[in-house]
C-alpha cells in the first residue's frame, strides 16, 4: 500500500517534497516512481529510483528541477519539487514495481497511491 502526501498550492518559484510511504510487503518493491496527470491527458512520468542501489531517472521536464529519492529504512519515497512552474500543477502520483522494468510507463508499475494535488499559482 502507497500512501502520498505533502501536496498543496504554491507561488511560481516556490518549493515543495512530496512523500510516498510503503506499507505492507515493502521488501518486494525493486522500483518507485512519480507520475503526474492533469485532466484529460495521461499520466506523466516525473522520476523513479531503484529501491536498492538508489540509481534516479527523470522525466525530459523536470531539468535539473526536482529531486527523488528514498528513505530505505522508512520505507519512503521523496520527491522534492524547486522552482516549480505553473505548469507543473497537476495530481502527483507514487508507485511501485514488484520487478525490474522500464520505470517510463504506468503499465510496467504494480501499485499506486492515491495522489496528491499540487498547484503552483502565478
Known sequence: ???ASGGGLVQAGGSLR???AAS???SSTHTMG???QVPGKEREFVASIKWTDGRTYYGDFV???FTISRDYAKNTMY???NSLKPEDTAVYYCAAQRL???VYYTPTYDYWGQGTQVTVSS
Open 100 to 102: 525490474s522494468r522500464s
Open 24 to 26: 505492507g510487503r515493502t
Open 18 to 20: 512530496l512523500s510516498c
Open 63 to 65: 531539468k535539473g528541477r
Open 1 to 3: 500500500q502507497l500512501q
Open 79 to 81: 520527491l522534492q519539487m
Open 34 to 36: 512519480w507520475f503526474r
